[in-house]
């Protein structure tokens, strides 16, 4: 049965194994948002500057995910048509001198 929430508590529903239904997070409410409590971690200012954080280090993470592929690319026009064993001579130095010629 879905009981109400105590309105003195935080105003979140928690759900655990086997807990269909939910019920009341039982910690301590620390804060007042549009009347409503909230304990640190449901908080919905927290919860928005978590979510913030989050979303700026996949952003952070994607950049340099997409800076990797460039550079994978580079190294791949930059070494394309060579044999083996130019390959097997390739430095980065090369690939710096070829990129730059570009
Ligand atoms: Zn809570």
Redesign the pocket.
């Known amino acids: 049965m879905r009981r109400e929430l105590n309105p003195n508590?935080?105003?979140?529903r928690?759900y655990g194994n086997r807990d269909v239904f939910g019920h009341q997070?039982?910690?301590k409410?620390v804060v007042t948002r549009d009347g409503k409590f909230?304990?640190?971690?449901?908080d919905p200012e927290y919860i928005k500057q978590k979510d913030a954080t989050r979303r700026a280090k996949w952003g952070k993470e994607d950049a340099e995910r997409n800076t990797m592929w460039d550079l994978k690319r580079a190294r791949n026009d930059a070494t394309k048509g060579l044999t083996l064993e130019e390959l097997k001579r390739v430095t980065p130095d090369l690939i710096r001198k070829a990129l730059s010629a570009n």
């Open positions: 508590g935080c105003q979140t928690v997070c039982n910690n409410v909230y304990c640190r971690i449901h």
